[in-house]
Protein backbone atom coordinates (compact mmCIF):
# COMPACT_ATOMS: atom_id res chain seq x y z
CA UNK A 1 0.00 0.00 0.00
CA UNK A 2 1.29 3.90 -0.56
CA UNK A 3 3.09 5.57 2.47
CA UNK A 4 4.34 8.50 2.71
CA UNK A 5 5.89 9.43 6.16
CA UNK A 6 7.43 12.96 6.53
CA UNK A 7 9.89 14.06 8.93
CA UNK A 8 12.20 17.13 10.08
CA UNK A 9 9.28 19.40 11.42
CA UNK A 10 10.13 21.74 14.77
CA UNK A 11 10.46 24.82 16.02
CA UNK A 12 12.92 27.31 14.71
CA UNK A 13 13.20 30.86 15.32
CA UNK A 14 12.29 33.36 12.42
CA UNK A 15 15.06 33.72 10.08
CA UNK A 16 16.00 30.13 11.11
CA UNK A 17 15.81 26.86 8.51
CA UNK A 18 14.63 23.55 8.33
CA UNK A 19 14.69 20.62 5.67
CA UNK A 20 11.60 18.51 5.71
CA UNK A 21 11.68 14.52 4.02
CA UNK A 22 9.22 13.03 2.96
CA UNK A 23 9.95 8.99 2.15
CA UNK A 24 7.68 7.04 -0.05
CA UNK A 25 6.66 3.49 -0.60
CA UNK A 26 4.07 1.54 -2.38
CA UNK A 27 4.26 3.08 -5.79
CA UNK A 28 6.85 3.93 -8.49
CA UNK A 29 8.50 7.36 -6.46
CA UNK A 30 10.12 7.60 -9.52
CA UNK A 31 7.11 7.79 -12.13
CA UNK A 32 4.95 9.91 -9.67
CA UNK A 33 5.05 13.84 -9.05
CA UNK A 34 5.69 14.96 -5.52
CA UNK A 35 3.59 17.97 -3.84
CA UNK A 36 3.93 19.50 -0.30
CA UNK A 37 1.00 21.06 1.05
CA UNK A 38 0.65 22.83 4.39
CA UNK A 39 -2.29 23.80 6.75
CA UNK A 40 -2.23 26.33 9.28
CA UNK A 41 -4.78 26.86 12.55
CA UNK A 42 -8.03 27.81 11.38
CA UNK A 43 -6.95 27.80 7.58
CA UNK A 44 -6.97 25.69 4.65
CA UNK A 45 -4.53 23.11 3.57
CA UNK A 46 -2.69 25.24 0.57
CA UNK A 47 -0.31 23.99 -1.78
CA UNK A 48 3.32 24.99 -1.18
CA UNK A 49 5.59 23.32 -4.06
CA UNK A 50 5.66 20.63 -6.38
CA UNK A 51 8.31 18.82 -7.94
CA UNK A 52 7.48 16.67 -11.34
CA UNK A 53 8.84 13.33 -12.10
CA UNK A 54 11.27 14.89 -14.44
CA UNK A 55 12.56 17.53 -11.80
CA UNK A 56 10.38 20.32 -12.92
CA UNK A 57 9.88 22.70 -10.10
CA UNK A 58 6.75 25.34 -9.03
CA UNK A 59 5.97 27.16 -5.98
CA UNK A 60 3.44 29.04 -4.04
CA UNK A 61 4.23 32.79 -4.56
CA UNK A 62 4.80 33.49 -0.16
CA UNK A 63 7.40 30.84 -0.44
CA UNK A 64 9.41 31.53 -3.91
CA UNK A 65 13.09 32.35 -2.87
CA UNK A 66 13.30 30.53 0.34
CA UNK A 67 12.15 27.07 0.27
CA UNK A 68 13.37 24.96 -2.37
CA UNK A 69 11.73 21.50 -3.02
CA UNK A 70 13.99 18.38 -4.70
CA UNK A 71 14.31 15.06 -4.82
CA UNK A 72 15.86 11.66 -4.50
CA UNK A 73 14.60 8.68 -6.56
CA UNK A 74 17.04 6.85 -5.60
CA UNK A 75 16.42 7.37 -1.89
CA UNK A 76 12.61 7.26 -2.25
CA UNK A 77 12.19 10.70 -0.82
CA UNK A 78 11.82 14.57 -1.57
CA UNK A 79 12.89 17.19 0.59
CA UNK A 80 11.76 20.52 0.93
CA UNK A 81 14.65 22.66 2.48
CA UNK A 82 12.89 26.35 3.81
CA UNK A 83 15.40 29.45 4.52
CA UNK A 84 14.37 32.69 5.97
CA UNK A 85 11.78 31.42 7.49
CA UNK A 86 9.14 33.30 9.18
CA UNK A 87 6.23 33.48 11.41
CA UNK A 88 3.60 32.46 9.23
CA UNK A 89 5.20 29.62 7.92
CA UNK A 90 3.93 27.70 10.87
CA UNK A 91 1.78 24.77 9.95
CA UNK A 92 1.65 21.37 9.83
CA UNK A 93 3.65 20.23 6.48
CA UNK A 94 1.99 17.15 4.30
CA UNK A 95 3.65 15.21 1.56
CA UNK A 96 1.06 14.12 -0.93
CA UNK A 97 0.77 12.24 -4.42
CA UNK A 98 -2.17 11.92 -6.49
CA UNK A 99 -3.67 15.44 -5.55
CA UNK A 100 -6.15 16.37 -2.93
CA UNK A 101 -9.16 14.05 -3.69
CA UNK A 102 -8.03 10.72 -4.73
CA UNK A 103 -4.61 11.37 -3.97
CA UNK A 104 -2.45 9.93 -0.69
CA UNK A 105 -1.15 12.31 2.35
CA UNK A 106 1.31 11.65 4.88
CA UNK A 107 0.54 12.25 8.70
CA UNK A 108 2.54 15.49 8.58
CA UNK A 109 4.95 17.02 10.38
CA UNK A 110 4.57 20.15 12.48
CA UNK A 111 6.96 23.47 11.39
CA UNK A 112 6.78 25.62 14.53
CA UNK A 113 8.31 29.44 13.95
CA UNK A 114 8.55 31.48 16.78
CA UNK A 115 10.71 33.35 18.64
Known amino acids: QVQLVESGGGLVQPGGSLRLSCEGSGFDFSATAMTWYRQAPGKQREVVAT???????SYADSVKGRFTISRDNAQKSAYLQMENLRPEDTAVYYCNIGGTRFGFWGQGTQVTVSS
Open 51 to 57: ISKSGYA
